[in-house]
């Protein structure tokens, strides 16, 4: 089979009409949408009936190994929409050493960081771009903390689609940099993530261009979602029994549940469901806090600060669909210190030989939290998602030399 096959093959489509998050009211597919009238995301909705008579697990084994190989769940209609820059299917790779020195069970770690860009942005991006295109959007925008706007510019400019971004100023340079690159014109912002947002939101009324905002546009839950179905199928269609993700705007973790749900409709998998842990930094916690106050919506998280900037998000806006998942899957929220990300970063690289972003490390260091405190067995098998490659942060100087001209004590090396 052809490595393209894929991004031609004409399939068909499964779209029945998207749905508000909240009320459960019914919008066309096929027309360009933002947020409900009730203000909240839209979840695309499919004839799931029709997807389990169209879809086999054998058919699916046969097809290349990208996102797009389960395009019968997937959004995109014509294969001419598809805007692709090579969504690989990442790896999961076990971490044995650890494992045994922790006493505990599988920790299986799912790279991201293996996609377009760099990272688990290119999921949901390469949706939104692909259905942007297919709706015959010519602008979008977007705040970003860095690797989303990175993967926005990229696809935007690889199907000549406008992209004007805004990050906040202390932004890691290689970010702005390769944004920049990468065709967008971007701004940084004296503020958060979120007032970044308020920046888009404005200009949305008077420019007219596309407020691709997470969770403001309905496509990029179905990218992200993407990383449940791969999962699911890359370990033989059985649930692991803990997934830990990075959670900033929780698009990914809302996604996988979607997922789940799908694919049991499909008969693809039976009613087990990981538990999902929402794992935040100690400083910029609200997921935390509004679970452990038993509420369903977070109150805006001040002064947020921590080297984990993917997940330095104050306000997500589908905070109920994110403490929703974490409930129904009777998991928990969770938040480390910025320490125990920078301890966990450095444990898993030089033990595994492994590099973490440190949203990514966050995961590892709330899942030794979660041991140690009960919250997680030690028989469980754990997932730990690896959200971008951790060559896009600044990595930790080294300073030995050698000088070639004098007498080199070997036994000393």
């Known amino acids: 089979m052809q490595h393209d096959d894929n991004l031609k093959a004409k399939l068909p489509n499964f779209v029945t009409h998207l749905e508000c998050a909240m009320t459960g009211e019914r919008y066309e597919a096929g027309q360009i949408h933002n947020l409900s009238k009730a203000g909240k995301p839209l979840l695309v909705r499919y004839d799931l009936a029709g997807v389990k008579k169209a879809l086999t697990k054998d058919m699916l084994a046969k097809r290349p190994p990208d996102l797009w190989r389960y395009r019968e769940l997937l959004p995109v209609a014509d294969p001419a929409n598809i805007v692709s820059l090579g969504e ?72 000549g689609i406008k992209t004007t971004i805004f990050c906040p ?5 290689v970010n702005v940099s390769e944004i920049e690159l990468q065709g967008a014109a971007v701004y940084r912002v004296n503020g958060l993530i979120d007032d970044c947002g308020k920046i888009v939101g404005e200009g949305k009324a008077k420019v007219g261009w596309f407020d691709t905002s997470t969770l403001k ?82 109150p805006r998280w001040e002064n947020a600060h921590t080297i984990a900037s993917g997940i330095r998000v104050p306000q997500a806006f589908g905070d109920f669909l994110i403490l929703r998942a974490v409930r129904e899957s009777g998991g928990f929220a969770i938040a ?56 896009k942060y600044p990595l930790p100087p080294s300073h030995r030399t050698i000088d070639r001209h004098k007498p080199i004590d070997f036994a000393a090396l």
């Open 88 to 159: 690989t299917m990442t790896p999961i790779v076990r971490m044995p050493k650890l494992a045994a020195k922790l006493g505990g069970g599988d920790i299986l770690v799912k790279d991201e960081g293996r996609l377009p860009t760099g990272s688990f942005k290119a999921r949901g991006l390469v949706m939104a771009v692909s259905m942007a295109k297919a709706l015959g959007i010519k602008h979008m925008a977007m705040p970003t903390n860095g690797n989303a706007g990175a993967a926005l510019a990229a696809y935007a400019s690889h199907c």
């Open 169 to 173: 100023e202390d932004t890691p340079e």
């Open 217 to 298: 546009e309905p496509y990029r839950i179905e990218g992200k979602k993407t990383m449940g179905l791969e999962l699911a199928e890359q370990l033989g269609w059985q649930m692991p029994d803990v997934i830990f993700y990075p959670t900033g705007g929780g698009t990914g973790l809302i996604g996988m549940w979607k997922a789940f749900a799908e694919l049991e409709e499909i008969g693809f998998i039976g009613s087990k469901r990981p538990r999902m842990v929402a794992v935040q930094a100690a400083g910029c916690a609200p997921m935390v806090k509004a679970f452990e106050d038993g509420v369903e919506h977070a």
């Open 336 to 391: 480390v210190e910025d320490a125990a990300i920078t301890a966990a970063l450095n444990e898993m690289a030089k033990e595994e030989g492994f590099l973490l972003c440190p949203e990514g490390a966050a995961t590892y260091a709330a899942y030794k939290q979660s041991l140690a405190d009960g919250r997680v067995k030690k028989t469980d098998q754990v997932v730990l998602f690896n959200c971008a490659s951790g060559l």
